[in-house]
């Protein structure tokens, strides 16, 4: 494998204790047919995700970014066998899972869960919040200690929802509190792991702020390991140890968070990161942005060689023939790209005077 | 400019009028619960070549707001007081003919899904050459040069062939883009846009936003932007209006809101939105709590329930006393009975404040 680090970065930099690998992904495919409208033939393949090698610690939270269609959900949901990966191997808790059955999987889901972007549409509108809650024990044949009532109304004020709310419907709950719902759910069978895809894309600023409290809170309390899907990059700065950068299916850059955002290596993420607009109207204009022209290219026909490079401007001939491997530039740092760039170094600690 | 309207218009001689001027403008509903009070006596004032942003949480009235000045609001399902004025014509009071003819020549609106003002079954150019010919008598020929030279503005691709192509053909960016052309090609002085970019990834946000501040010189245009990103806000706005539970709870120049927001929901949403620069290990410090029903506002100042500072406020006033917009300083206000003291002692700054201070 052309990732030989990824594997050894442990979260927040090498100070911190490198908890046990909880999910271990090795050359993640995930294609889906493209059918002919008449005779129902395959004419052609989505590659929505194209070799993802990846592991998530106890204890860490992984993000995934990138522009919208890159594959963050695809992976996502392939990493956790809710699709059936085209190639590749999952481990998840130190089992493979890349063949088991849909009857196989049902055990492992207990330690690993997911939480989605949509509270209102992941949360069945004609049960109450008791039975959404212990619907995983349900499956898993689990008969909580003190029983279901006060296992959910035990989870429930956990996560911060009134406890005597339990025979109420999902109509009753604003967004925010729909989407405790559903992390409170998810907590059920105290996974290892959580898969959380947008989980406050849908939230104002300040209930997002509050649910990311909570995940933080609970990540500490229960050693969970999150992977954290989101396209809000100051959101995703904030909660996650690592970043990978994914573009048309492909990680282009993973590092902790503090590197990619002091000193981004792949042409993408530099372009990505220079978007964000700045924080304060007295910085208007302080930066230089990088416009990237054109669309993503289809993912049914990826470009040659780099797939960025019909829109990065430091493309050359050997970008067009030549795939670059996802490899470790720097302790903890690995780029997919033939011209990575150069390295910043931590200014310092004190903020930049004005 | 053709709007000399039969509405209620200032009369001639009285003090001059913004382009776009709110007076106390109020929108409610009946519903089966009650009375909705989306919009509870906004006011501000927008000249031509300004942005002025909205900015306030799910269910604040911002759309509500909008909606009223494009005179979209079903005169029986809404009950609308006050006045919105643009260029002189009271949108409150004006018969429905001359609202449609401002509409679309005078003001056009752009919305956060493009989909939603683009017709899936028609090629995008049938529908920007309807635009045009729809408010004027301008031949058809003349009327495709003018979808081709928009689309092209907005900086489609070989706006020559994709003229013809469907909404669907187009990506996520491409259609914002689509909807910005319909939107402009009548050249109108007022662009609402309603959060124009929520939905698209910061690169293409990036790109949108540059487009809409290019066209904004290029035709003088006023633009309202309602968008919950302050970041965008920061980049984007001249001045700010934020809303809660309806109202206007402050209101002022970017530099001023940014630099010395003067209320605690400011102070509220500026501490919610991770900071780029900070420490990674800064807790948030959300608001805590639910925004208020419209139907049953709290008693007292409308943010109590979920305020912090209250207790620096005496005798109990900011349970049972709505708290007027009051000067901070000059053209900017604030709706809360702290002491102007208590307003900067107190105040949470935004992000990225303290390193340009
Ligand atoms: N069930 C499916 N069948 C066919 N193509 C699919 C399917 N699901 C996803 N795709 C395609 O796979 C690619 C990746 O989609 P995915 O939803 O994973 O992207 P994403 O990064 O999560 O995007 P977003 O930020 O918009 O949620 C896209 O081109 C998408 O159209
Ligand atoms: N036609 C209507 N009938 C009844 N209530 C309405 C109607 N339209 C809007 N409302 C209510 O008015 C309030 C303000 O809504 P508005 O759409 O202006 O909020 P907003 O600030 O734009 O929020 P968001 O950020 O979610 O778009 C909400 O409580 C909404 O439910
Ligand atoms: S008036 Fe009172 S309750 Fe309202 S914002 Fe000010 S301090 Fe808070
Ligand atoms: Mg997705
Ligand atoms: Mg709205």
């Known amino acids: 494998m052309t990732t030989p680090n990824l594997t050894d970065a442990g979260p927040r930099g090498a100070s911190t204790p490198v908890g046990d690998v909880v999910l271990r992904v090795r050359g993640l495919q995930k294609y889906f047919p493209i059918q002919s409208s008449f005779l129902r033939r395959t004419i052609g393949q989505v590659k929505a995700v194209e070799n993802i090698d990846l592991d998530v610690h106890a204890g860490e939270t992984v993000g995934l970014v990138g522009e919208s269609g890159c594959g963050k959900s695809t992976t996502g949901r392939t990493m956790l066998r809710l699709l059936d990966p085209t190639g590749g191997s999952i481990e998840i808790d130190g089992r493979d899972v890349t063949h088991l059955s849909m009857r196989q999987m049902v055990p492992v889901r207990r330690s690993a869960q997911m939480i989605f972007q949509d509270p209102y549409s992941s949360l069945n509108p004609r049960h109450t919040i008791g039975k959404i809650i212990s619907s995983p024990w349900e499956v898993q044949g689990v008969n909580p200690e003190g029983g279901v009532k006060k296992s959910v109304q035990e989870l429930m004020a956990r996560v911060g929802l009134n406890p005597e709310h339990y025979n109420r419907f999902p109509a009753e709950f604003s967004g925010g509190q729909r989407q405790r719902i559903g992390i409170a759910r998810a907590l059920a069978l105290r996974p290892k792991l959580i898969v959380c895809d947008e989980p406050v894309s849908a939230l104002d600023v300040s209930i997002q702020a509050q649910v990311l409290n909570l995940l933080e809170d609970l990540q500490n309390e229960f050693n969970l390991a999150y992977v954290f899907i989101a396209h809000d990059l100051s959101v995703v700065r904030h909660i996650a140890d690592r970043i990978a950068v994914m573009y048309l299916g492909r990680v282009m850059e993973i590092t902790d968070s503090d590197s990619l955002y002091r000193s981004p290596r792949h042409p993408y993420t530099k372009a990505l990161l220079s978007a964000i607009p700045l924080p304060h109207p007295s910085m208007r204009g302080q930066r230089e942005r990088i416009v990237l022209t054109g669309d993503l290219p289809s993912p049914s026909n990826p470009p040659s060689g780099c797939v960025f490079r019909t829109r990065c401007w430091k493309a050359q001939d050997r970008c067009a023939t030549e795939i670059p491997p996802l490899s470790e530039v720097s302790p903890g740092t690995s780029v997919a790209c033939h011209f990575p760039e150069p390295a910043k170094e931590p200014v310092s600690f004190t903020p930049p005077q004005a | ?357």
């Open chain 2, 1 to 357: 400019m053709t709007a000399q309207s039969t509405g209620q218009v200032a009369g001639a001689g009285t003090t001059k009028r913004a382009f776009l001027e709110l007076d106390e403008l109020k929108v409610s509903f009946q519903t089966e619960d009650g009375i909705v009070r989306a919009v509870d006596g906004v006011s501000f004032a927008l000249e031509r070549g300004r942005t002025m942003a909205i900015v306030g949480e799910s269910g604040s009235g911002k759309s509500v707001t909008s909606q009223a000045i494009m005179g979209l609001h079903s005169r029986r399902a809404a009950k609308i007081s006050g006045h919105a004025w643009v260029d002189g014509v009271d949108i409150v009071t004006a018969p429905e003919a001359d609202i449609r003819a401002l509409r679309g020549t005078q003001m056009a609106m752009i919305f956060q899904d493009p989909l939603s003002s683009l017709h899936p079954f028609y090629t995008v150019g049938k529908q920007l050459v309807e635009a045009v010919q729809a408010h004027g008598e301008v031949p058809k020929a003349e009327a495709r040069r003018r979808a081709v030279t928009m689309l092209d503005r907005v900086g489609i691709p070989n706006a020559a062939r994709r003229v013809d192509d469907y909404p669907h053909s187009f990506s996520g960016g491409m259609r914002q883009r689509a909807m910005i052309a319909m939107a402009l090609i009548n050249n109108p002085a007022l662009l609402i846009a309603d959060e124009p970019t929520t939905a698209l990834d910061v690169t293409v946000q990036a790109q949108i936003l540059e487009l809409i501040r290019e066209l904004q010189v290029e035709y003088n245009m006023a633009i309202v932007l309602i968008t919950h990103d302050l970041g965008v806000v920061a980049e984007s706005a001249d001045d700010v209006t934020v809303m809660y539970g309806g109202r206007v709870v402050e209101r002022g120049g970017v530099d001023e809101i940014f630099s010395r927001p003067s209320m605690p929901y400011t102070w509220g949403l500026m501490s919610s939105v991770p900071d780029m620069e900070a420490d990674r290990g800064k807790r948030l410090e959300p608001i805590p709590g639910q925004p208020p029903s419209l139907i049953n506002l709290p008693k007292g100042c409308v943010f109590r329930p979920r305020c912090a500072y209250a207790q620096h406020v005496p005798d109990g006033r900011c349970d049972t006393e709505r708290p007027d917009l009051t000067p901070v300083d000059e053209g900017h206000d604030a709706r809360c009975f702290l002491t102007l003291d208590q307003k900067r002692t107190l105040a949470v700054k935004a992000p990225g404040t303290e390193e340009v201070a």
